[in-house]
């Protein structure tokens, strides 16, 4: 594609930037179902999916759907809850917007079998309802009136302020604000019997800005008794620092799902309330990524919940950039077995809870009750008192990037395993944009591997669900369905050749799985030789820019794997480096050939160059007529 510049006197230099292009097209090869838009739909915020029926439901504002996941067709008549008008100007006459003063229902979660509790932010006075998902209605009373309870401390009063959700034998368990002003945070369990909450104190919350939580089962395939533990994800400012700008932090908090609150100290409070820093650190570069924006959650060893590991999308408050980064249960809960972090102080260097019995935050298990402490309740003061004070653990989880993508920002991620491995798992990450793209990147190890770009909407992603072998994508107007792995989703021999320790193998111009472990199992040294024919490598597009002498142009290098990248140019000295893309001063010296080469783990050979790199090559040219200047795209491929 051509780019005319502005016509002046002087000279002109034009270069093309030439890359694998991976970008799938929304048709019936793709798979693609949607995106389907929905009449008088808007602001779609919360999905949920019954994995039995195959029916997914949608929480919009003022209405709630009823889909097929498959079809993306409706299999009931949408429920409509509205506001009713006295309350939305009540709502407006304290400052808020008509916009504001809707229903946005925001919690979508299965409470028991055939019921679904539903919260929304009704004008800024949060209620939930229930719905039966026999035929799809409100729960009624006896008088006629719809079923309603207050939803404070279980869904936001501001449909833009951050919250998760998750339920547990039933119960609500839910991180959000809960008051009308947004400034009181609350990890609480929102329903049951025995209500427990976060304590009000910034050493436990610190403005946060709620992503994702989860129940990991331990108890399921653990024979000592263990507790089930609910994991909450988000960013809050990090009190431990004592600098004059407030420093953002990501963090990890655990409760125990067996935890009712203490006799005297902390009533009604978690006992259990632990958090620990999570570190997605670039230590070749010295970046790392404060910011957490989503989280998944998948177990690499179905039906074990000790092997679960956590996705995360990580970015920075100094850069436009996203980082994924995979968390295992394991090492979390090493680092909440370790040690508190200590207020500084010169009196006393000792760590004291060393002395306390139980130890603090610990889970009531078996061994605890053969001592005594049957629950929560039994627990001695000076432990809750410890734990009131030191809710932070000293060490952080940290870990590596699987990949970074500069200039792209990446808003929710999903994970698809290719093969089971304990030292080397093999997974699909889709990862939606706010750009409304779904892009696919295959992750073994160190080694990431860009597939596909699709775009989908022209709002941002705003939730992605796994459903079978399919993956369904929303925004806030609509939602489409596409497959969601296997071997197909690798578009040429070469990628192919690179899976095959996820069981890939290229037969017939398609990417199928190994059905067998014989000779083409073993496969040549390095698998990218046998593509041979032309069709079966990277095919490059042409990009065309025109640009005068002078200009200061920025070349991209799109990485994905954490992996060095270099580039290869004439070796004038109008070129800096900025992080891996390349600056360059256009004059007559720099006239020449341009490429970017990405490492990658290649057949277990670390430090391999990518195959496909960037080459740009530029040359003399006049343009023939006069026309507007554009910059080159962002992405450059």
Known sequence: MKTPVTTVAGVFLEFCIIACSRTASLDGKTGVLGPVPFSGVSNIS??????????????????????????????????MWNVPEEQRKICETKGKSEADCRNYILVLEFVSEGQIYACGTYAFDPQCTFIRTADFSLEMEDDGSVRVETGKGKCPFDPKYTHTTVTADGTLYSATTSNFMGTTPIISRATGRERVRTEESLSWLSAPEFVSSAVVQLSQDSSAGDDDEIFFFFTEVAEEYNFYSKIKVPRVARVCKGDVGGMKTLQKRWTSFLKAGLVCEDRERGERYNILRAVHTLEHQPGKPHSTHFYSIHSSTWDSVSAVCVYSLADILEVLKGPFKQKKSCESSSNPETLLRPRPGQCISAALKAEGFESSLSLPDDVLFFLRDHPLMENSVVAVPLMVRRGITYTKIAATLMSVSNDNPAAILHLGTDTGELHRVSVGGQSATLLQEIPLFHTPVNNILLHQDQVIVSSGVSVACLPAGGCGLYPSCELCALTKRHGCVWREGVCTPITSRGPEAEGPEEPQWVCESAEARCSPDVQVLQVRAGLQILLPCVQVSPRPCFWTHPPGRSTRLQHWDLVVMVTTETVGSYSCYCQEDRAGQEGRPSVCGQPISWSWRTPARAAAWAPPSPGGS
């Open 46 to 79: 919360s999905l949920l999916l019954d994995e039995a029926s195959g029916i997914l439901y949608l929480g919009a504002r003022d209405t709630i759907l009823a889909l097929n996941a498959s079809t993306l067709t409706s299999t009931h008549t949408q429920i």
